[in-house]
């Protein structure tokens, strides 16, 4: 059985008080029944890796450069990341792909550094409003999978998330007919690829305005293994609310 994850992306929010958000959501969750990860921005990973040291909730990085180290300003590598006490990196978030310009192929890259330095991609894939009404949700999910994933992944450091661009933020999700379909989708992608026993061990992330009130029906999902969640990660009860929920499902 996956044991399911409940991971918070923090983005690019969080002064140091926000690390008291880590202490109380320990208090809430002394002994969680599923896996917990925030991903808090990197200037406060290792303040958070302290706060949280000896407990079920692990710290992870939003993103990293594909090398170890070197001539690479304002870059940070997974092995610093790790150095600091992060145990996962998300990969290929929407945001980067459109603030950054990243391509599936560097998402490939940066997941095989990833899991070379130990840690865990969290992969993230997903639409644009306007695939989604061209018909094109499988097709871009195929081509994304393909290409964010390396052909030499392994499977008990990899995590894919799907995050329709337009459900980011936007307090808009999928039906949950929709989102059964491109899960089921990437679980039998991923068979094809990979085999059964590789794709069997990889949680399934859904991603984008992810809340305690809509957790629950979204956690009944087939291959739902989890959620990434944004917005409600940054107050420790919705984020509490969501583990709850995923507990019970
Ligand atoms: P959201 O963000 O929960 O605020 O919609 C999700 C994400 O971008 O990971």
Request: aromatic share 4%.
């Amino acid at each position: 059985m996956r044991r399911k994850l409940a991971a918070g992306n923090w983005k690019m929010n969080g002064l140091s008080a926000q690390i008291e958000v880590l202490n109380d959501l320990i208090n809430r969750h002394p002994a969680p029944t599923v896996d917990l990860l925030i991903c808090p921005p990197a200037t406060l990973v290792g303040a958070a890796a302290t706060a949280t040291a000896g407990t079920p909730l692990m710290i992870g990085g939003q993103d990293c450069h594909t090398a170890t180290s070197g001539a690479h300003t304002g870059d940070i590598s997974a092995e610093m990341l790790g150095d600091s006490g992060a145990g996962a990196v998300i990969l290929g978030h929407s945001e980067r792909r459109e603030d950054h310009g990243e391509e599936d192929a560097l998402v490939a890259a940066k997941t095989t550094t990833v899991q070379a330095a130990g840690l865990i991609a969290v992969v993230c894939i997903g639409e644009t409003l306007a695939q989604r009404e061209g018909g094109e949700t499988l097709n871009v999910i195929k081509a994304q999978l393909a290409g964010s994933i390396p052909a030499d992944a392994a499977a008990d450091t990899l995590v894919v998330a799907y995050e329709p661009v337009w459900a980011i933020g936007t307090g808009k999700i999928p039906t949950l007919a929709e989102i059964a379909e491109v899960h089921d989708f990437i679980r039998a992608e991923l068979t094809a690829r990979f085999g059964a026993d590789f794709a069997d061990k990889i949680r399934l992330l859904y991603g984008g305005s992810v809340k305690p009130t809509n957790a629950e029906e979204i956690f009944a999902v087939s291959n739902v293994d989890g959620a990434l969640v944004g917005g409600a990660s940054l107050k420790a009860e919705d984020f509490s609310g969501i583990i709850t929920a995923l507990e019970a499902s």
